[in-house]
């Protein structure tokens, strides 16, 4: 089956050197993204709790001569998370792109939910999204431009079942960019939700994709095939870049077309 785009990456000539971090970086959408901004040549710094994945994709990536940083963080953790911000700063420079990807739509039900597993699902799908904005806002002060890229999802919007915590965080996750995109935007700094549809990674071919789904697939999809993690990558590439100058406050879907 042909992929639509996958073969035709776009090349944005301002993102070589920019320095850019990515959470959840080591594998499905986040290795990705984290593969796409490296071969832009930007200096493409990525943080995850898997350790193992995240050496091996740094160590493909330095071996093919980009320069790719990993460091492994639980990004739940916001005091250790903004040191190691810090930390990769020091290494790399200034933060101008910060991509919030890393999220866990582990289900879960309304009856089951306690008082600090829901504590816990909100600081993997909101909380490390504001306090990694907190850390790299003054570099991006310090540099004159910024590019915030939260992560939202198509799940809320559909009122999709099994997972009302993390459905609840990633509508926050909206408002949340709407917000800062207005406080931020008279220092040149941009604020935008990337909001990926049902991505085919590894992780839900192997969890949630069966054939009830795939039907649901590709009757809801406009576009037929599978919807992947590059298609995801080449939208963050294009919100980072000055291609999207003018592009703030906005939710910028990658579906294939649901309805």
């Not at 000539?13 to 993204?33: C, E, F, N, Y």
């Not at 330095?62 to 639980?74: A, I, M, S, T, Y």
């Not at 080449?234 to 919100?239: G, K």
């Amino acid at each position: 089956m042909t992929v639509r785009g996958a073969d035709l990456p776009a090349i944005y000539p301002d993102l070589k050197g920019r320095q850019v971090l990515i959470s959840g970086g080591a594998t499905g959408i986040g290795q990705s993204l984290v593969e796409a901004f490296a071969r832009q040549g930007s200096r493409t710094a990525f943080v995850d709790i898997d350790t193992g994945a995240g050496q091996a994709l740094e160590e493909k990536l330095v071996e093919e001569g980009l320069q790719v940083l990993f460091r492994p963080c639980d990004i739940t953790d916001v005091r250790g998370y903004q040191s190691t911000i810090h930390e990769i700063a020091d290494h790399f420079g200034p933060i101008s792109v910060l991509v919030n990807n890393a999220a866990n739509d582990v289900r879960h039900a309304l009856d089951e939910i306690s008082y600090e597993r829901f504590d816990e699902l909100i600081a993997v799908n909101l909380k490390h999204q504001m306090f990694a904005a907190q850390a790299v806002v003054p570099m991006m002060r310090q540099v004159s431009r910024g590019s915030i890229i939260n992560f939202g999802s198509m799940g809320w919007m559909m009122a999709a079942p099994g997972y009302p915590v993390y459905a609840a965080s990633k509508a926050a996750v909206h408002g949340m960019t709407r917000a800062l995109a207005r406080d931020l935007g008279g220092e040149g700094i941009r604020v935008n939700t990337l909001v990926p549809g049902w991505v085919m990674t590894e992780k839900q071919l192997k969890l949630w994709v069966d054939d009830k789904a795939r039907e649901l697939i590709e009757r809801s999809q406009c576009l037929q095939g599978p919807l992947l993690p590059e298609h995801i990558a080449q939208m963050a590439l294009f919100l980072a870049s000055d291609a999207s100058a003018m592009c703030s406050a906005q939710n910028f879907i990658v579906d294939g077309g649901w309805v």
